[in-house]
C-alpha cells in the first residue's frame, strides 16, 4: 500500500520509519517531510496551515491511507474533507479534534463525563477573569482555550499576574492572535505522565505511556519548549493504572464522543497529573506526541498499518498492541537561542555513523541545502534508542550524541532523570 504523512517533524519522522518496517507499505510519501524523512519517502511540499493545498495533494496522490500528524490540520478539518471524498484517513474529525483545539470544550466534556480533571473556570472577559480569581487559590493556571503550540499555558503566583496574563492573552499580545476564551484552572502537583490511547470511535485500546520534558533547562527549569526530550518504560505506570486510565479516562471519552455523535477515531493523548488525589486530566492532544513518539516507535512491536487500520476500521477491540519490554529515550538536539528566537540554516555533521550502537537519529527540523543536511527549526533533532533498561537506552544516546555537532547546539543531559532517581 501508499501511505501520505501529513506533518514534518521528530514525530513524522518517527511514523514514516515505523511505516517503513511494514511488510505491507510499498510507497510513504510525506508533506512537507524534512531533511530526514526525505531519506525513507517522497516528500512533497505543502502549508499544513492551508486545508485546500492539503486537499489537493491527497487528491492527487490517491495513497491507500492518509496519516494526519500535527494538530492544526486536524482542528482545520483535514479528516472530514478527506472522508467525505471517500479517502482512507487516520485522525479525528474537526468534532472530535475540539478535545484538543478547545479547552472550553474539553473541561465542559470532562465535567459532563465526570472525567477527573483540575478544576477550572471559563472567562470571555477581563471582568470574568477578576471575580472568577477570588474562588482560587494560588498559584493559578491560566490558559488559552485554543490551540497555541505549547504556550498557551502561564502558571501565575499571584492573582495580579493572572489577570495581567489573561489581559494580554485577550489582547493577543502573548500569543500573537487575540483569544476569546480563557480558562482559569486549579494548580496540581504531582508526576506528569503521557498517555497514549488507539480509539476507533467505539473502544480505547492502551498504546504506551511516556514522560516528556517540556522545560529548556535542566532540572525542569526555564521556560517551556515543545519538548527536550523523552522516555517510555514498563515501569512508568503500574498494570493496573494502564487499565484504569484506559477504562476510566479513554474509554469514558470514547463512549461520551461516540454519544454525542462525533465519534472518536486516533490517538486520544492524555496528558496525566498524578496527583495525591489520584490522576487528574491536564489536557487532551488528538495526535500523537511529540518527542514521545520518537521514543514509543522504538519500542512498537506490533505493525504500525494494523493500528492505522483497526482506528480507521473500528476494529481496535481485536487488536492487542505490544511494546518491547525494557525502555526507550529520545533526546532533542535545539538550536542556540530556542524557544525564542533561533536561527537557521546550520550545518549539520556527525549524522552517518557506522556504528552499531542501535541509535536511530530522527530529524524535527532539518533540510537539505546543496546535499547538506542544515538546521530547520527549533528543535533539530531527536536522538533515539531503546535497551533493556532506560539508563543504557540514554547512555547509548549521549554517547552518540557527542559525535554529532552544528554551531550552537543544546540539549539537556538529564533526560528520565525521574526515572533515574
Ligand atoms: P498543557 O499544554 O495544558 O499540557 O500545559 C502545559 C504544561 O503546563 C503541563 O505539561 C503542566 O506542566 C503545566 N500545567 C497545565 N495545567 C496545569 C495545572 N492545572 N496544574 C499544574 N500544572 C499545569
Ligand atoms: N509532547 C507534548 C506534545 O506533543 O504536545
Not at 521514543?295 to 512498537?300: K, N, Q, T
Amino acid at each position: 500500500m501508499k501511505v501520505l504523512v501529513i506533518g514534518g517533524g521528530g514525530r513524522e519522522h518517527a511514523l514514516v520509519w515505523a511505516l517503513r518496517k511494514s511488510p505491507s507499505v510499498k510507497e510513504v510519501v510525506a508533506a512537507p517531510g524534512n531533511g530526514g524523512i526525505a531519506e525513507l519517502a517522497r516528500c512533497l511540499p505543502v502549508d499544513t496551515n492551508n486545508l485546500h493545498a492539503m486537499v489537493d495533494l491527497v487528491v492527487i496522490e490517491k495513497p491507500d491511507l492518509t496519516v494526519v500528524g500535527p494538530e492544526v490540520p486536524l482542528a482545520l478539518g483535514l479528516v472530514d474533507e478527506l472522508e467525505q471524498r471517500k479517502l482512507r484517513v487516520f485522525g479525528p474529525t474537526k468534532a472530535a479534534a475540539q478535545l484538543e483545539s478547545s479547552k472550553a470544550f474539553s473541561k465542559a466534556f470532562m465535567l459532563r463525563y465526570e472525567i477527573p480533571t483540575a478544576e477550572y473556570a471559563l472567562c470571555t472577559t477581563l471582568d470574568e477573569v477578576r471575580a472568577a480569581l477570588l474562588n482560587f487559590s494560588l498559584p493559578v493556571v491560566v490558559k488559552a482555550s485554543g490551540l497555541a503550540a505549547g504556550k498557551g499555558v502561564v502558571i501565575c503566583n499571584t492573582r495580579l499576574e493572572a489577570e495581567t496574563t489573561a489581559a494580554q492573552m485577550f489582547s493577543g499580545v502573548l500569543l500573537g492572535t487575540a483569544q476569546t476564551e480563557i480558562v482559569l484552572e486549579e494548580f496540581l502537583t504531582g508526576e506528569e505522565v503521557s498517555f497514549f490511547a488507539l480509539c476507533d470511535g467505539k473502544h480505547a485500546v492502551p498504546i504506551a505511556a511516556a514522560q516528556d520534558h517540556k522545560r529548556i533547562g535542566e532540572g525542569d527549569t526555564g521556560p517551556n519548549t515543545g519538548g527536550m526530550g523523552a522516555y517510555s518504560t514498563d515501569g512508568l505506570l503500574t498494570p493496573a493504572m494502564c487499565q484504569w486510565v484506559t477504562q476510566h479516562i479513554a474509554q469514558k471519552v470514547v463512549d461520551g464522543m461516540a454519544s454525542e455523535g462525533t465519534p472518536f477515531k486516533g490517538i486520544l493523548f492524555i496528558g496525566l497529573m498524578m496527583s495525591h488525589r489520584g490522576p487528574k486530566v491536564l489536557e487532551f492532544n488528538t495526535r500523537w506526541g511529540d518527542p514521545e513518539t520518537e521514543a514509543i516507535m522504538l519500542r512498537l512491536e506490533t505493525d504500525i498499518v494494523d493500528l492505522f487500520n483497526a482506528a480507521v476500521d473500528g476494529t481496535a477491540i481485536g487488536l492487542s498492541i505490544h511494546l518491547k519490554p525494557g525502555a526507550s529515550a529520545t533526546v532533542i538536539a535545539a538550536s542556540a537561542g530556542y524557544p525564542g528566537k533561533y536561527v537557521s540554516g546550520k550545518p549539520i555533521t556527525g549524522l552517518d555513523s557506522s556504528s552499531d550502537d542501535g541509535v536511530v537519529i530522527f530529524h524535527a527540523g532539518t533540510a537539505v541545502n546543496d546535499g547538506q543536511i542544515v538546521t530547520a527549526g527549533g528543535r533539530v533533532l531527536a536522538v533515539t534508542a531503546e535497551a533493556a533498561d532506560l539508563r543504557e537506552a540514554l547512555d547509548r544516546i549521549y554517547q552518540r550524541m557527542k559525535t554529532i555537532s552544528f554551531e550552537g547546539m543544546q540539549y539537556r543531559r538529564d533526560i528520565g532523570h525521574r526515572a533515574l532517581q
